[in-house]
């Protein structure tokens, strides 16, 4: 049997042209294609009441925190920078107790882009609101081309479990204004831009964490080193 994947779903703030639904549900499919490629069985789960977190706890073995708005910063204690992007408090809060289940019961998590900063921020992490607030950023992190193409270099600790599964020095894609500022302690930077925004972290004390600020979903079917991340979480997640 695959392991099944979850992807808490983002939210169509737009009416759909379908039936006219506002609020609808939905996952990115090239998240979905790169799970069903490694063997995993995509499961969507949509934002509800973040009570019913531990009801879906059982119905998983891993867990995908895919890209989308800005957290709300209430959640790391600040209130909103003037740059500060389209937030959706009701995802925000379902995710972060999916977090605290998924860790609780020892899933296999990945995190990708906003999902990386959720992540951080569920664990206690913080984000910069915006990468103008990051003193050392010198680098175009939002690029303007095609999202399926790389922009910039990353560099990655060789005692990281990233370094097996992408190298070195791998190019990848970018597409955020937010960061990484304070780390959680449960997890540590194993990836960093050149201008030391961090790109990757895992978890400290087992494998259970891993998670990338650029969205190997976009790159997976030209790039063997995004693919390898979806291979690494079915493989986490059948242990």
């Not at 479990?161 to 791998?170: A, C, D, M, S």
Request: charged share 25%; with cysteine; aromatic share 6%.
């Amino acid at each position: 049997m695959r392991p099944r994947i979850a992807i808490p779903a983002d939210t169509l703030n737009e009416a759909t042209n379908i039936i006219n639904e506002r609020n609808a549900a939905f996952a990115p499919r090239p998240m979905i294609e790169a799970i069903v490629k490694s063997g995993g069985l995509p499961v969507i789960l949509p934002s509800v009441d973040p009570a019913l977190a531990v009801e879906y706890r059982d119905l998983f073995d891993g867990v995908i925190f895919a890209g989308g708005a800005d957290v709300d910063p209430a959640f790391f204690n600040e209130e909103p920078h003037e740059a500060l992007g389209l937030t959706y408090r009701k995802r925000d809060l379902f995710e972060i107790a999916l977090v605290k289940e998924a860790v609780h019961a020892n899933k296999a998590i990945m995190g990708i882009c906003r999902g990386m900063q959720l992540i951080n921020i569920a664990l206690g992490g913080s984000v910069y609101q915006d990468l103008s607030e990051d003193p050392l950023k010198t680098l175009k992190h939002d690029q303007e081309a095609p999202g399926n193409l790389p922009s910039h270099h990353i560099n990655v600790k060789k005692d990281s479990r990233i370094f097996q599964l992408v190298g070195k020095r791998p190019y990848v894609n970018s597409r955020h204004h937010q960061a990484l500022h304070k780390i959680a302690p449960v997890l540590r930077v194993t990836a960093t831009a050149d201008d030391q925004v961090p790109e990757a972290v895992e978890s400290i004390n087992n494998d259970r964490i891993l998670a990338v600020q650029w969205h190997p979903e976009n790159m997976f079917k030209h790039y063997e080193y995004s693919q390898s991340l979806f291979r690494d979480l079915i493989k986490r997640a059948a242990e």
